[in-house]
């Protein structure tokens, strides 16, 4: 399985930027999709995920300028986020938890490589 992110960039403070993420591989069922991000000098940390019945988890300090979403059929989540502020800098990471046809039942975290997002004052 192998996660592909896209987006990021730098952006002024209140603009907006939108990450995609799609997965491929031997894929049976992704439960979970979304966004983990890490800023210097910080562990790395949970922004938003959403599960394949559509209910989602934020960050406190994301919700309601960040919306997340996915497309089941393509594996593929989004992380639109907007009223973007400095304190959102850091590495995107983005994250799935999936389950393999060779191994139904059994899920395993799934991590793409990063996307830099640089919110400027």
């Known amino acids: 399985v192998q996660l592909q992110a896209s987006g990021g960039g730098l952006v002024q403070a209140g603009g907006s930027l939108r990450l995609s993420c799609a997965a491929s591989g031997d894929i049976f069922r992704s439960a979970v999709m979304g966004w983990y991000r890490q800023a210097p000098g910080k562990q790395r940390e949970l922004v938003s995920v959403i599960a394949s019945d559509g209910s989602a988890t934020h960050k406190d300090s994301v919700r309601g300028r960040f919306t997340i979403s996915r497309d089941i059929a393509k594996n593929t989540v989004y992380l639109q986020m907007n009223s973007l502020e400095p304190d959102d800098t850091a590495v995107y990471y983005c994250?799935?938890?999936?389950?393999?046809?060779?191994?139904?039942?059994?899920?395993?975290?799934?991590w793409g490589p990063g996307a830099q997002v640089t919110v400027s004052s």
């Open positions: 994250y799935g938890y999936m389950s393999t046809p060779q191994a139904k039942g059994v899920y395993s975290d799934y």
